[in-house]
């Protein structure tokens, strides 16, 4: 008996062929246009919910709404930020971004504000739905790498 070990039983799953070819197709798929496109939106549509409250001026008479919006729109951007730079190792978190983006929607009936006028609303729904919008097309992006057979 030996006690030789081969070079297969020293590879980490890190190595396995399947996961090299796995993350070279994510990182194909993140480098398309669109997949650019979309982490960037969601970037952007992150970044203007957390500053929503200053922009729409709600800030001073809904401190809860304040705060979710601010922690909820970083997260998102820092979220889509890191979808962008490492999307192969970052793609099991893109459900993140529609679940986000669906709290935006509804916080503004669960955290009840006395002060919640047209611009808050449409504010927030239309910048929720765009990050529900864009967490699904970022959950998609895994798709487009994978070659089409015929």
């Not at 910048?127 to 959950?139: F, K, P, Q, W």
């Amino acid at each position: 008996m030996t006690t030789e070990r081969t070079t297969t039983d020293q590879l980490s799953m890190s190595d396995h062929p399947d996961i090299i070819e796995l993350r070279e197709r994510l990182d194909r798929a993140a480098e398309t246009p669109q997949a650019k496109a979309v982490e960037g939106l969601a970037l952007i549509a992150g970044l203007y919910v957390a500053v929503s409250p200053w922009v729409v001026d709600f800030h001073a008479g809904n401190a809860s709404l304040t705060v979710s919006n601010l922690i909820i729109g970083l997260a998102a951007a820092v979220l889509a930020l890191d979808l962008g730079s490492a999307y192969s190792r970052a793609h099991g978190m893109s459900w993140v971004l529609p679940v986000l983006g669906a709290w935006v929607i509804v916080s503004l009936w669960v955290i009840q504000s006395a002060s919640l006028n047209a611009g808050v609303v449409l504010s927030n729904i239309i910048a929720g739905a765009c990050i529900v919008l864009l967490g699904i097309g970022s959950m998609s992006m895994q798709m487009m790498g994978v070659p089409r057979h015929r």
